[in-house]
């Protein structure tokens, strides 16, 4: 059974719900500039909402879960906070 939001140190992700650059900064535990280096590298998807930046939970942690998959000895996984 999947879990319709993913919990976290710093929060929790609802997983059909939308996240500014500060909330995905707080939930995930990085800083400002992390944030737009992720995003500059696609690394984390985000959409365009009346000219600012949104993150829609459920496409976030895909790509994060992705990104964990292809990291050869990550130390963390996604897969902790599930």
Request: aromatic residues 6%; positive net charge; glycine residues 8%.
């Amino acid at each position: 059974m999947q879990s319709k939001e993913i919990v976290q140190e710093g929060g929790k992700i609802g997983m059909d719900q939308l996240y500014t650059v500060d909330e995905m900064m707080h939930l995930l535990k990085v800083s400002r500039p992390k944030i737009y280096t992720l995003m500059k590298r696609n690394e984390i998807p985000f959409i365009m909402v009346g000219g600012q930046r949104r993150f829609v939970g459920k496409e976030v942690m895909k790509a994060l879960r992705d990104r964990t998959k292809n990291s050869a000895g990550a130390v963390q996984t996604v897969q902790n906070y599930v």
